[in-house]
């Protein structure tokens, strides 16, 4: 069993920046990668930025070059931290962070992030 918690989220305005960030405990030997996603109203939930073995990092199109996703090992606990700068009014969503597992994969709340004037 993996327990997520998400942290980090809030309001702020077009253009700034906020960090996220995913403490995962419980099972950790058995985490191999972690992703966040989101989920805007109405929408789907997609793939914002996921991180795998070997540190190797994929990020949505939408967020290039905006985005970065890092992780940080600690002795119980894992973080996955979500570097957000030159926010968008797009980019209001719910965050959520994402452990693959077996035989399902472990989720956290969720994270509110709304960008707007």
């Known amino acids: 069993q993996v327990q997520l918690v998400e942290s980090g989220g809030g309001l702020v305005q077009p253009g700034g920046s906020l960090r996220l960030s995913c403490a995962a405990s419980?099972?950790?030997?058995?985490?191999?990668?972690m992703a966040w996603y989101r989920q805007a109203p109405g929408k789907p939930r997609e793939l914002v930025a996921a991180m795998t073995s070997g540190d190797r990092t994929h990020y949505a199109d939408a967020v290039k070059g905006r985005f970065t996703i890092s992780r940080d090992n600690a002795k119980n606990t894992v973080y996955l931290r979500l570097q957000m700068n030159s926010l968008k009014p797009e980019d209001t969503a719910v965050y959520y962070c994402?452990?693959?597992?077996?035989?399902?994969?472990?989720w956290g709340q969720g994270t509110q992030v709304t960008v707007s004037s």
């Open positions: 994402l452990v693959p597992g077996t035989p399902h994969d472990y």
């Open positions: 419980g099972s950790i030997f058995s985490i191999n990668a």
